[in-house]
């Protein structure tokens, strides 16, 4: 592929460490350069030193590999800050429960900064730096409240990382039949107003949003993700392969080892090619 006119997007993995499987995925797509960044769950149980170690040694094999943190504040996950409220049996809340609350302003702003700080000494510790950036698990950190927690700490203990917004730029009529989505377009807009006048650096869009139902066809909506994507765009995905670990955790199983099936295939890279993206 000519170098003229190709754009670099961020093809991102969530939850590297949610499971063992999981894991293994991720770090299968980047050894074979299908995937050029990962963030991780330091509140999940399967991110151990071990794993951490491995998905260092690809990045050193990989520079242009980034690692984010995956900040998580939602059930059935537990915190890693004393005080964290409001809890549902030491647990974090449920997602409707977590966005009501920041939506109702009943969300502290100093616990939830508090809860990030714990989660980046948690990565520091595990993978020896601190992340490259952060997003999201369950795309809380565009949340009210939540985001202007997230904001201030990565101002001020992450100089330089970048923050994930959940803005798309595909077409009105698209956007409709996506009430999530909708929902994560309306809230990224308060959130890059923030990120500006903070002076932190986000994506200048996003893609990877679906409705996760168990007949979706990956390998169809995919390309629609790349369309009118700019250079630095970020895609979210979640390949993994299906384990005990993740079913206890997650409700997305199945669909996982479907775009892990689509991302190792000849097919994606045919697709980058047709919409003159690359990922290094």
């Known amino acids: 592929m000519s170098e003229q006119g190709v754009r670099r997007i961020v093809l ?3 939850d590297y460490g949610i499971s063992p499987g999981v894991n293994v995925a991720i770090r ?6 299908r995937l050029n960044a990962t963030s991780a769950m330091v509140v999940a149980r399967a991110l151990t030193p071990s794993e951490a170690a491995s998905l260092l040694a690809l990045k050193k094999a990989a520079p242009h590999l980034q690692i984010g943190l995956h900040f998580t504040l939602t059930a059935p996950f537990r915190p890693l800050s004393e005080g964290y409220a409001p ?11 977590t966005l009501g609350s920041a939506l109702t302003a009943r969300l502290d702003r100093d616990r939830v900064a508090r809860e990030l700080r714990a989660q980046i000494a948690a990565f520091s510790v595990l993978f020896g730096c601190l992340p490259d950036y952060v997003d999201g698990h369950q795309h809380v950190q565009v949340f009210p409240r939540i985001r202007d927690a997230t904001l201030s700490v990565v101002r001020n203990a992450l100089p330089g990382a970048w923050i994930r917004q959940c803005g798309r730029v595909t077409p009105l009529v698209a956007r409709l039949a996506d009430r999530k989505g909708m929902l994560l377009d309306v809230m990224s807009r308060g959130f890059r107003r923030r990120a500006a006048a903070a002076g932190v650096a986000f994506n200048p869009a996003f893609a990877g949003s679906y409705d996760f139902r168990p007949d979706a066809d990956f390998a169809a909506l995919f390309p629609k993700f ?8 970020v895609v979210m995905c979640h390949p993994g392969f299906v ?10 199983t199945e669909l996982r ?11 994606f890279l045919e697709i980058l090619r047709a919409h003159r993206l690359t990922l290094s």
């Not at 299968?28 to 350069?33: N, Q, T, Y």
């Not at 790349?226 to 765009?233: A, E, F, Y």
């Not at 384990?243 to 997305?252: G, N, Q, S, V, Y």
């Not at 080892?257 to 097919?267: G, K, L």
Request: net charge negative.
């Open 28 to 33: 299968e797509l980047i050894a074979r350069g």
């Open 12 to 14: 991102c993995a969530d």
């Open 226 to 233: 790349l369309d009118g994507l700019p250079q630095g765009g």
């Open 257 to 267: 080892e479907r775009e892990y099936a689509y991302f190792a295939s000849d097919a």
């Open 87 to 97: 809890l549902r049996q030491d647990a974090f809340m449920t997602l409707p429960e």
């Open 243 to 252: 384990d005990d670990e993740l079913r206890a955790l997650d409700p997305l």
